[in-house]
């Protein structure tokens, strides 16, 4: 096939593609949701992604389409099949990221652990639930959730009625963790899969804050990790990038808790950390190109998120101290003006001790608090 | 200052800045020479540089200019600092670099080793600079000369007839070295240097073709280049890159070869082997930002250039044999067509055994002959 890729969407994900698509010799064009997005460099059409008309013509000349998100509609998706147009991942792929009621019956179809969990429709459902399952459920909205947004801790039958209202929901159990984990693998549509190392991930609020790699202690879980995200991956017939978020339990056991289609905050490190980063892979992914090796470079990566940013001012601001303090720090900044919470950047450091790696990670991020 | 970049020419040199400017958050803008130049993806202008109207237009919103290659006219460059435009390298220094008849009174002032030289105005100059130096002499035109153009071995004092009808020439003994080495450094505008362990490089027909790093057994020289070119970088008041082309002579002393004042062949294994690459580099330094740690990732790192490509095809098209055989090596294609020694690409790798990553190297490179 050719080596014109087609993004859609021009947040942070589609501009990291960039770098690796300049070094590749790749062409990478974006449809971007507005001018100026993260991914503007790459902008080749600005439009609704909702929209068939807007995302067939942006797709007309590519030789493949991908995504920044998830939340291209199953209508639109069908009209680039129709088209002749490849995606990747594939729309039957897609969907059971963009819904996640489908993607707990097509995991628990597959074999694969997950949350004691249920279709909820009513009141009452939650209710039987919350019964169930000592009281306490999350509850999630099947579409559109991310980074906290569409899930809600419920401890009453009645405290989702806003959500019952337009539709079902999705109930879980409230899972003990000792931890999260991700598991990012690659996947190109020949078959062939390539893990990086299980990483550990903290979120707050919902976000994710900070990410360790290789996770540390993981010991045996590492293995049982890439096999879960691996069976997936084929199980699903995934194409690209995917990332399985996971508890590992106060006894121990591991339970997929998300996916992502795409290239993955949890897979950040990579860009230092891996032989081959996460958006190299997705680009070679997409393209039925051999993938690359996903070593570590270093015993040890963290990257920690940049959210908010500095108040009324920009990352590259705050490089003159930032970047005197911490040589040996890499910095990522979106392109994106600093609001409370938004992801406008990271940051990763790597090295041999987890301690200090960490430290230096965190204070090196800290330089762009508001 | 603030944070947008204009690069004047658009070859691979301002296409792999692209990379780091999306990471950092930075604006690379470039002055390219034709539509689909290299680095067109961050094309704002095409146009030619050696119009004063055309460069002062391009540069007309940027914070700082800087250069693709050496060969903006200075009297272009003494149009941009009329208009108040911080151009890095300034031009006094980028001069150094232009014209090897002053950069070798420069070094040679500055105490630098240089081999033998004189200015050669005529037949009967070479004549005698032939005689004083064994019959042989290096002959180089002072301004334009590049991988290997503009430079002639002579035995005969009617040898350099063309060039001296044009004016002067540099006149230089035929050095019998061991090797060449490249040391490369970065400075900031207030002072600051920072070295990347020095680089053995090899040369076909003049054009580079191989670089490892660090130059295997250099031992003390290692030093001695450090501070030479830091000695250079200060003494010439040079900011950005600044590449010392070196060679190592049978009796194992130091002779500076030739000066650029640019990211540099000689430098592209830092994009993988160095915490900080040469791109990423030149960009604080211009930008007058903290320079980044310079140290490698890997204990030895070689590149090997794609000379010509493959014929009638392009780099990406021989991906699928050449990433399948070589998930470890970094492949990197300059978006050129093929042409007979047209640099059109490198590959990098990097490990612990120099005979296995060299050899590794090569190989990956293999795939794309012609």
Not at 147 to 168: C, N, Q, Y
Request: aromatic share 4%; proline share 6%.
């Amino acid at each position: 096939m050719g080596s014109v890729i087609g993004v859609v969407g021009g947040g942070q994900l589609a501009r990291m593609m960039i770098p690796p698509a300049v070094a590749l010799g790749v062409e990478l064009r974006v449809l971007a949701e507005i001018d100026g997005a993260s991914a503007a460099l790459a902008a080749t059409a600005v439009g609704d992604y909702r929209d068939a008309a807007t995302v067939l013509g942006f797709a007309a000349d590519v030789d493949v389409v991908t995504f920044d998100h998830e939340h291209v509609p199953q209508d639109v998706l069908a009209h680039l099949v129709g088209a002749g147009i490849p995606v990747r991942p594939r729309p039957e792929a897609l969907e059971v990221a963009q819904d996640k009621l489908v993607m707990r019956r097509r995991l628990a179809a597959l074999g694969i652990p997950v949350p004691v969990w249920a279709e909820v429709r009513d009141r009452d459902g939650l209710a039987a639930f919350l019964d169930a399952n000592g009281g306490a459920a999350v509850v999630k909205t099947p579409k559109g959730g991310y980074d906290g947004k569409g899930v809600r801790i419920v401890r009453s039958a009645d405290a989702a009625d806003d959500w019952l209202a337009t539709g079902a929901v999705l109930a879980e159990e409230l899972v003990e963790f000792r931890r999260e984990l991700a598991q990012l693998v690659a996947r190109r549509p020949s078959g062939d899969v390539a893990a990086w190392p299980l990483a550990e991930t903290v979120q707050r609020d919902g976000v994710c804050a900070e990410v360790t790699a290789p996770a540390p202690g993981a010991g045996k879980l590492s293995d049982e990790a890439r096999d879960l995200a691996e069976a997936i991956a084929s199980g699903l017939d995934v194409t690209g990038v995917l990332a399985v978020e996971l508890f590992e339990t106060t006894e121990g056991r591991l339970l997929v808790n998300e996916l992502a289609m795409r290239p993955h905050n949890s897979g950040h490190w990579t860009i230092e950390g891996a032989v081959t980063s996460q958006f190299e892979q997705h680009l070679r992914a997409v393209l039925d190109l051999p993938l690359g090796d996903t070593s570590s470079h270093s015993p040890v990566s963290v990257m920690v998120n940049v959210l908010g940013g500095p108040a009324g001012a920009t990352m590259p601001d705050r490089y003159p101290d930032a970047l005197a303090a911490h040589p040996d720090v890499k910095f990522h900044s979106y392109g994106k003006t600093s609001r409370p919470g938004r992801k406008v950047g990271h940051v990763t450091a790597t090295g041999t001790n987890l301690d200090e790696v960490r430290a230096r990670a965190r204070a090196a991020a800290a330089f762009f608090d508001a």
